[in-house]
């Protein structure tokens, strides 16, 4: 048989005809392996039909195609007899299986990803020549969320740093912009990150605690570092337990350059700000959720996308003039442990991201995407930020222990949906078959191609920067900048700027975390920065440690706070929140379907909570039983008419009592009202609503929850 009788096969002439450096498309799909998509706002899947199951096909077969008729027992000599070596199935089959696992990352092992759009509002034209950036350019996008310390089978909703990845498969080459949901780092040098990850990972004796930074090491390395206080108090906050992936910020943390196409530059600081606004969880509600569902927010994403309640950001720009000195109002913008308040910069939107498909295979795309800081594509550029010039050279470094070798941008997932015409040759899992003989530049036999692009073809161009941007000679030094070592005046305007509920929220975290640590000498040392940045904040992370709260050693002026910083104080769209609603055989199903209508209306998902599983009077399912419900997966509750024999139901009371705490939105009517009595809840206390009818109860929620929770029902709001 020859090549020309195989059915797809390209005839020996059509392959003669292909030019050795003619650009290569990104590789097609293998038949199991669905790559990103190309994708419309509308959310269509433009190679949808590729979609495929696990098993294709009617026959099992080995790797090399060969038909199957067992594999389920191994060839033996005879029955009882030894399994004989030339099983090859066996040997395939197990050998795979055996090397199965990739290393999980390094950091940032943890995560959970979607596939998404984003549409340029062309806002960006006259700082950057960026082409997705432009009006409407629709530009196919996978983000992965991460947490930062835990492996890879650790809780979600532990206290840590989110990361917040984003690959843009632009027409130019890919863009990555690798940032995280808090806007500040630990350090400001790359040089420290593997100090500062060994001190947050488990203990290397014991290897404990897992995916926590309540530990010696951690607050060990904090207090020693003045320059982390800033990057520890955002954790300690809110921000550190994010409700959900969809309603976190994501932040570029550095800034980056911008070019436009007149070559004028710009600094910017990128943002991305969610649709649904920025939510936590309550400290308790984290902790219970580690245990009830570890998987809580990679569920959470998955269940909206699914449901078709589509996740949103819009990116945003702070812009800052690009002056030889890089500083914005006294702010150094090279210093990453520092923020530019958005009163001083307002964040402008230059586009929208909707996240729309979930991935198909985990491995394949959550788990094999690489991402790495350094891919920019034309219009936008590093900066000399040492944190980010560190990372420019880890993460292509990381990849090649990570994900075997160095064609990883080979992988379905990594792969541009630019053309692709480079140099790079062989390696391990090569998948491309190059052709030609001349994989060098210049030459004289594969048509002496391939050619420099220029201005006009839009090749990337590292625009001419003065080093150091003040000019005068350079000096090789180890040394940073004076403006690096003021820690403490922007981790002040932080605290300063939180709401009184939010100010407690931290003095618990930091009671908590050092509480865990056993060097007195740890807690001593911490206790003293919290002095330095404020007597309150100090005295009460000090009368929960039982140890004297101590003098400040240095004087910081009063900052002007930040109210952006605050996530308490405004409204948002509800979209997509979970009502727990707890029934009983005594319900009117007519009712309950009442109330289940205008939930699906306002966009939102009810959960019926029933005694016992199995169906309810009307055929309607009950998706929980009071065993299985906890309040963590509510944003609120409703208690419905006809469950008074249920009232005192342990389980009822530990909901409604639970809800109360975590101040979240509380409806009843009818006898629905006894389980409050029960629970010892006040039907008078704020943010529990009464009235006669399930959609009035519903009409009460809804005016409730566009804040998140009840803040006046937390003691000090
Ligand atoms: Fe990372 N970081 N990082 N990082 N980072 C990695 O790359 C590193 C930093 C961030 O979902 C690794 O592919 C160094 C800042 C995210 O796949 C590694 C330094 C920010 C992710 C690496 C930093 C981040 C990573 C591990 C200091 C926010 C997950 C696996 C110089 C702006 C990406 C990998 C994903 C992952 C190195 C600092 C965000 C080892 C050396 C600052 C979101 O290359």
């Known amino acids: 048989m020859t090549d020309q009788n195989i059915p797809g096969a390209p005839s020996s002439e059509e392959a003669a005809l292909e030019e050795p450096t003619t650009p290569r498309g990104p590789l097609p799909p293998k038949p199991d392996q669905t790559g990103p998509d190309v994708r419309t706002a509308s959310g269509a899947v433009a190679n949808e039909d590729q979609a495929v199951n696990a098993q294709q096909g009617e026959w099992l077969t080995t790797a090399v195609g060969v038909r199957l008729r067992e594999t389920d027992k191994s060839l033996k000599a005879g029955r009882r007899g030894p399994t004989l070596m030339q099983d090859h199935h066996l040997r395939e089959k197990i050998t795979h299986f055996d090397h199965e696992r990739i290393p999980e990352r390094v950091v940032h092992a ?6 998404g759009v984003f549409v340029g509002y062309g806002t960006a034209e006259s700082v950057t020549s960026a082409h997705f950036l432009k009006k409407d350019v629709e530009t196919p996008t996978f ?38 949901n808090i806007p500040v780092f630990f350090i400001q040098d790359g040089i420290k990150f593997p100090d500062v990850i060994h001190a947050g990972k488990p203990h290397p004796d014991r290897e404990i605690p897992q995916a926590q930074s309540a530990h010696d090491t951690f607050w060990d390395f904090v207090s020693l570092h003045t320059e982390a206080q800033a990057h520890a108090m955002w954790n300690m906050s809110d921000r550190g337990i994010p409700r959900s992936f969809r309603m976190m910020e994501g932040f570029g943390v550095h800034t980056f350059r911008l070019v436009n196409e ?55 720009i702070q812009v800052f003039p690009d002056t030889p000195e890089q ?30 498909r979930n991935p198909s295979n985990y491995f394949a795309e959550t788990e094999q995407v690489a991402f790495h800081a350094g891919h920019f594509v034309p219009g936008i550029e590093a900066t000399d930020d040492a944190l980010l010039q560190a990372r420019l050279f880890s993460y292509v470094d990381t990849q090649l222990t990570r994900l ?67 000019g005068g000679p350079v000096q090789k030094t180890r040394e940073q900048e004076a403006s690096f070592d003021d820690h403490f005046s922007q981790v002040r305007l932080f605290w300063k700027s939180m709401t009184p509920v939010e ?97 699906f209306e306002a966009g939102m998902t009810p959960l019926l909570i029933a005694p016992t599983g199995g169906v309810l009077a009307d055929g309607t399912p009950g998706q929980r039983t009071f065993a299985t419900a906890r309040s963590v997966e509510f ?65 009460g929620l809804s005016g409730l929850l566009p804040q998140h929770r009840v803040w006046e029902r937390l003691a000090s709001a």
């Open 327 to 356: 500083m914005f109002e006294g702010i150094d913008l090279l210093d990453p442990t520092k923020i530019v308040p958005e009163e001083l910069a307002p964040v402008q939107r230059i586009g929208k991201m909707v996240l729309n």
């Open 110 to 115: 943890r995560g959970a990803a979607a596939h």
């Open 262 to 316: 007149a070559g004028e530059t710009s600094l910017v600081k990128f943002h991305w700000k969610p649709k649904l606004g920025i939510h936590a969880q309550v400290w308790e509600e984290a902790q219970i959720t580690a245990g009830m569902d570890p998987d809580f927010h990679r569920r959470d994403l998955a269940d909206a996308i699914e449901a078709g309640a589509y996740p949103e950001w819009e990116l945003g």
């Open 404 to 470: 075997g070798g160095p064609n990883f941008n080979e992988i379905p997932i990594n792969r541009p949906h630019a053309p692709v015409n480079d140099m790079l040759r062989d390696g391990f899992h090569q998948d491309a078959v190059h052709r030609g003989v001349a994989p060098y530049h210049p030459n004289s036999l594969d048509g002496g191609c391939p050619f420099f692009a220029g201005n006009e073809q839009h090749a990337f161009v590292d625009s001419p920067v003065t080093i150091p941007p003040t």
């Open 503 to 599: 100010q407690e929220h931290i003095i618990e975290a930091y009671s908590f975390e050092l509480n865990k640590c056993y060097e007195q000498n740890i807690k001593a040392r911490q206790l003293q920065h919290l002095a330095n940045i404020d007597p309150v904040l100090c005295s009460g992370v000090a009368e929960a440690l039982g140890l004297p709260a101590p003098d400040p050693t240095i004087e910081l002026p009063e900052p002007e706070p930040s109210p952006a910083l605050s996530m308490v104080g405004q409204s948002w769209p509800s979209d997509g929140r979970m009502i727990g609603v707890v029934v009983a055989p005594g319900s009117s199903m007519e009712e309950i379907g009442e109330l289940r209508t205008a939930i």
């Open 635 to 699: 944003d609120a509750l409703v208690v419905a008419d006809g469950t008074s024999e249920h009232a005192a139901h342990p389980q009822v009371t530990l909901l409604v009592q639970e809800c109360f705490r975590h101040a979240k939105a509380i409806g009843v009517w009818g006898d629905g009202a006894e389980a409050l009595t029960a629970a010892g809840v006040e039907p008078s206390a704020p943010g529990i609503v009464t009235a006669d009818a399930p959609t009035a109860v519903f009409e």
């Open 143 to 180: 983000v992965r969320f991460s947490t930062v310390l835990g492996s890879r089978g650790s809780a979600d909703t532990v206290r840590d740093t989110r990361g917040f990845a984003t690959k843009f498969y632009t027409a130019e080459g890919n863009f990555d912009l690798v940032g995280n």
